[in-house]
């Protein structure tokens, strides 16, 4: 469901504090690229290798509102990763409420599309207890089930409002904490000139508690995938990967 009614956080605007935010957030999207795939600069290294990243979703920034269902799974279609992308890093803003929540969850997931416009689960990352907060927020994107790395540019992000156990079964679910817009935002997405801001979201009436197991899918009406999904949203969350060399 859509809400526009809302109430909003009263935003720290001091320099200070905005400066301090995004030195953190860097330092912390570093620390967890580097455990994900270790140094390639230790003194003595001679095969080091520079770390290249590549950006999927739309910008973390305040939208309209947040969803009043429970457990429901939200995929983004403008863009993909490219081959050999270990995920490492989810961005998101949760600063407002539309159901009076002031935490939720967040389990990363893995994506790859099918030539009939479907999308497959094929990796399942590890969740996380979020708290309502007015700046963005990081959470590591571990695969803990699935595929870890990219294998072709077919494969996106997008995540469910719950924490599952290892068969993709919610063991815990909340409303909506990421805020979206509706419809879809212009303009390009994290990617580049050839993404978009589009996503895909279930809803309590066509997908009733879905469960995330690995090749469960998920498409629109009439592609005879296990749940049924609507467009032209944006929700404020990105995913960030590294490129391993070929």
């Known amino acids: 469901m859509f809400s526009t009614n809302r109430k909003r956080m009263e935003k720290a605007h001091g320099c200070g504090k905005v400066n301090l935010h995004a030195v953190l957030v860097l330092v912390c999207l570093f620390g967890l690229l580097f455990i ?28 309209a509102g ?16 490219p081959a050999r992308v270990h995920p490492a890093a989810f961005q ?20 790859e599309r099918t030539s009939s416009g479907t999308y497959t689960v094929v990796g399942i990352a590890r969740g ?13 994107y571990e695969v803990i089930e699935g595929t870890q790395v990219t294998s072709n540019g077919k494969f996106t992000f997008g ?16 409303p909506g904490v990421i805020e979206y817009d509706q ?14 801001n589009d996503w895909v979201y279930t809803d309590y009436a066509t997908a009733s508690n879905p469960v995330v197991t690995l090749g469960t899918t ?6 005879g995938a296990n749940y049924i999904f609507n467009s032209s949203r944006t929700y404020s969350a990105e995913a960030i990967g590294t490129m391993s060399p070929q």
């Open 218 to 223: 998920f498409g629109p009406s009439g592609s």
């Open 36 to 63: 994900a795939f270790g140094s390639h600069a230790l003194a003595g290294d001679t095969t080091a290798v520079p770390l290249t990243t590549s950006t999927e979703g739309s910008t973390p920034t305040q939208r």
């Open 92 to 111: 998101y803003i949760f600063d407002l409420t539309s159901a009076g929540n002031t935490t939720g969850y967040i389990t990363p997931l893995l994506f």
């Open 66 to 81: 947040t969803d009043l269902d429970f457990g429901e799974v939200y995929i983004y279609v403008g863009g993909s990763f």
């Open 183 to 196: 419809p879809a935002d212009g303009g390009q997405g994290e990617g580049g000139p050839a993404t978009t």
């Open 128 to 140: 996380f207890q979020v708290e309502l907060n007015s700046l963005s927020q990081t959470i590591p």
């Open 159 to 174: 995540f469910i409002n719950a924490i599952v156990n290892a068969s993709g079964a919610p063991v815990a679910t909340s």
